[in-house]
């Protein structure tokens, strides 16, 4: 069974940085691909970034901002944040699917396993 932990979140002002971590445990690396989504009020959950054995993925409205890592030694995930912007505020998800071609969706229904979420606000 994945179990997944996020913390890292909190209040940053525009342009700000944080670094978001999850804890994993359960899962394979050479089976599994590790993902970053989040949730604003009244609106969808949206793939932030993902990785899959190494290959990096990244939604365009992060890409140059946001860099997702992994250490496997540690079964941690990583989100650096950078350039943080008001529409940033969400709720952070960390997520795990099977390793394959849709882990590059970014599409909530490919990933079956998901924490329960930290906090990010950005203000103006």
């Known amino acids: 069974q994945v179990q997944l932990v996020e913390s890292g979140g909190g209040s940053v002002q525009a342009g700000g940085s944080l670094r978001l971590s999850c804890a994993a445990s359960?899962?394979?690396?050479?089976?599994?691909?590790l993902g970053w989504f989040r949730q604003a009020p009244g609106k969808e959950r949206e793939g932030v970034a993902a990785v899959d054995t190494r290959v990096l993925y990244y939604s365009d409205s992060v890409k140059g901002r946001f860099t997702i890592s992994q250490d496997s030694a540690k079964n941690t995930l990583y989100l650096q944040m950078n350039s943080l912007k008001p529409e940033d505020t969400a709720m952070y998800y960390c997520a795990a699917g099977y390793s394959g071609p849709l882990c590059a969706a970014l599409e909530r229904k490919y990933f079956g396993y998901w924490g329960k979420g930290t906090q990010v606000t950005v203000s103006s």
């Open positions: 359960g899962y394979t690396y050479s089976r599994h691909c």
